[in-house]
């Protein structure tokens, strides 16, 4: 089961969440085996948290045309069928624009010349670090790379490829709305919406409830910082028969926690206790008894 720590906007506390909640069910007898997934490629930063060994590394490339001027015909087809405008015919020259190409293949499969050949580009890396109790995945998207969705994609194969969908696998999504987020909500089990109880929150929480309805997707949520703001984020819920399955309260002492790199449930029982609503939430997913 994959289930994805996702939000409307970033800094509400998804890390947060994933990590300790990884760190908190790897300790329970009647659970899987698990696996914190960082699928935030821009800006990982779950590993800030993880002591352990890195057991396994690899590059990650994507792959973009290499326009063949010898073998090209200058036919224009390739130009037509692109969808995303990474290949330009001027006049006898064929642009490649690198960074709007999508891989898709069209225009080197289509090319009746074969003058398109497909050449890998670098884009990022994937590692594995086994952590005390359960194993952590980053991926990386290296600095000027454009596009996240391959990587994400290509991170989420290799976790089904070499775990076989055995374990339960905690994703540390990007947060916002956009195609990042849908390529790792699409291919996941649950999706876990954390919001905060504020005007900010509450805007934001109903662009990814939207998302995920779009998508057909099962999701619950999760407020961060109980106790600031006002209620409207639980009246939107209970108007929309949106399940909350806790409340992880505010308190300056999380935030001096974190701030250390440290987990919170060991030293705060209020967040500790929420956590425990969260588990016994995904074991019945586990289940199917809910």
Known sequence: MKIAVASGKGGTGKTTLSINLTNYISGMEDFPAAILADLDVEEPNSGLFIDGETIFKEEKYKYIPEWDSEKCTNCGLCDRVCNFNALLKMGKTV???PELC???YACSELCPAAALPMKP???GGLKEIQAPGFRFIESRLDIGQE??????????EHIEKKYENKELVVIDSPPGTSCPVIEVAKNSDFIILVTEPTPFGLHDLSL??????????DFAVVINRWGIGND???KYCDDNNIEIIARLPNMRRIAEIYSEGKLIYPEVPEFKAELYKIAV???KKLEGTV
């Open 208 to 217: 990814a409830v939207d998302t995920m309805r779009e998508i057909n997707r």
């Open 95 to 97: 642009m490649v624009l």
């Open 232 to 234: 409207e984020v639980v």
């Open 121 to 123: 580009q670098r884009m």
């Open 147 to 156: 596009q996240a969705v391959p990587l994400i994609a290509q991170s989420i």
């Open 102 to 104: 999508h891989s898709c």
């Open 281 to 283: 939430f995904l074991k």
